[in-house]
């Protein structure tokens, strides 16, 4: 982790760059006590000083803009629908021109290597937007023989979420685009004079969209002012990452790596449905047949917990243990004060099958005191994504 300190007084120096690479829009939202972290080789800040509260408020009545580090790999050339369709456990032919699928690529003993969004940019070119961890390799060694590129875009990633994000995005693409982009579909817009695709995604459970920059076609900081100055009047502002953190969580959205890791088939992380056994051979396909199809990873409500719970560094950390009387039987991985449901939430991932959901456990901190906790499953509200499709559009009320 790195503080501002660092980078506020190295502006156009990225910090290690011969191992990673700095956001294009730190120097537009950087703040004195801004921590930073490095997710999929890049540099980015995950906390700022600003109330990760109020900003999750934005989140949920207006709109929220975060500066976030997904990476895509592009994926081209006649052979590319034949790589993917070995790699990913969910049919790639059927996507369309212009729309995105999420995916998951498993190891060759069901375990989960990576997840992401699959982008069809056409018929024979394709995004993968993908999450922590090396991957590119992984494509390139299954590509040998193949007639196709794999490559890096140089694209960055914008997330524009809540209620009014629709209106912002018809008016930073002068009403070209807005109401009528699709969930999960993609189009290729100008923003301010800079090209820009744009996908009807997003890492919250809100409806929403992603801007993704092309390279050095785009001017990231024309783009950044550009998108404040037609959103301002739509409620958009830069909000803390932890904002984001707190309802992708309670939108049940996991992170590779930390949610679920290769240890884990996509049956045991709840993601069962993304796997087809009978699409045609996949890497992962044999020992997925024969694999356990139950689910590990829920949901746990601490109704007793105080607000410290989601803080970072405090009292109950990823790891921390789940019991069942005496009995460890599960641990945290991530976990935040969720203030819609007025409680401490978390992902919890049992070591066994069993009966869990329905239950009361304990959680046990670092200091060794245990509060009582009930297991949930996933999502913790709106299953049917219904805030994200744009069906549901109530404006929740910030309690007091």
Known sequence: MFTSDYITSHPSVPVASDRFE???????????????????????????????????WRLRQQAGLFDIPERPIEIAGPDSLRLLETIFSRTIATLKVNRARYAVACLPDGGILMDGVVIRLADDRFWYVVADGEFDLWLKAHAYGLDVQIKDPQSWVLQIQGPTSLDVLDSVTGGAVGQGLGYFHTAMVDMGGQKVLVSRTGWTGEL????????????????????????????????????????????????????????????????GRFVELDKPDFIGREALQDADQTCLLLGLI?????????????????????????????????????????????????????????????????????????????????????????IDRTIPKRPG
């Open 208 to 271: 929403g969209f992603e801007v993704y920059t092309q390279g050095d076609k785009t001017d990231c900081p024309a783009l950044w002012d550009h998108l404040i100055a037609k959103g301002e009047p739509h409620g958009l502002a830069f909000c803390n990452p932890v904002a984001m953190g707190i309802r992708r969580v309670e939108a049940g959205i996991l992170n590779n790596g930390s949610d679920m890791d290769a240890t884990m088939t996509p049956f045991a992380a709840g993601l």
């Open 302 to 390: 601490c109704r007793d917990a105080g607000a410290d719970f989601g803080r970072f560094g405090l009292t109950f950390a990823p790891g921390a243990d789940v019991y069942d009387g005496n009995r460890q039987v599960a641990q945290l991985t991530a976990k935040h004060w969720s203030p819609s449901l007025n409680a401490g939430i978390a992902y919890v991932r049992f070591d066994e099958p069993g009966d869990w959901v329905g239950r009361t456990l304990a959680l046990d901190s670092h200091d060794g005191t245990r509060l009582s906790c009930e297991i949930v499953p996933l999502p913790f509200y709106d299953p049917a994504k219904e805030i994200a499709r744009g």
């Open 22 to 56: 700095s956001s294009p829009f730190l120097d537009k939202h950087i703040t004195p006590n801004a921590m930073f972290t490095v997710y999929a080789g890049r540099l980015v800040a995950f906390m700022t000083d600003v109330d990760p509260a109020d900003d999750y």
